[in-house]
């Protein structure tokens, strides 16, 4: 049976400080789950990705989402996940000095579409789980 152990909170950051693609969870007026891969960057606490009219920019500023990002070796039938909780903020038009540092990350959109609005998600809690075949 796999084992499974959590992530150290530096190992969380690292990871996502490493990676550009995520996901984005949020709930629709109804309720109903919604998923959407971003690309994104991670410092300071906050993950930033930038988006269109539509859905996300609809739905997430003011509300509490997930966004996770995972890593898969199937060599080894290893893997591992980190999750961030936190409140999103439209930072397209920044307010203060910390969302205007912001817009100079370089979160990259691979998506088609100019992507001019930018959102941060402001974590209130991050962890990170780790599984893979138990050590012999």
């Not at 993950?47 to 269109?52: G, L, M, N």
Request: glycine share 8%; aromatic share 10%.
């Amino acid at each position: 049976m796999p084992e499974l152990e959590a992530i150290p909170d530096q190992d969380c950051v690292q990871l996502l400080r490493s990676h550009q693609v995520g996901r984005i969870a949020l709930l629709d007026a109804e309720r109903h789950p919604l998923i959407f891969p971003v690309n994104y960057f991670f410092d300071e606490g906050v993950v930033v990705f930038r988006t269109d009219p539509g859905t996300k920019l609809d739905l997430a500023p003011g509300a509490h989402v997930s966004f996770e990002i995972d890593g898969w070796e199937p060599e080894r039938g290893a893997g591992w996940s980190v999750v961030v909780n936190g409140i999103c903020h439209d930072i397209t038009a920044p307010d203060d000095a910390r969302s205007r540092r912001m817009h100079y990350w370089p979160v990259e959109p691979v998506a088609p579409g100019a992507k001019e609005h930018w959102i941060g998600i402001w974590a209130n809690h991050i962890s990170g789980r780790r599984f893979g075949p138990p050590a012999i």
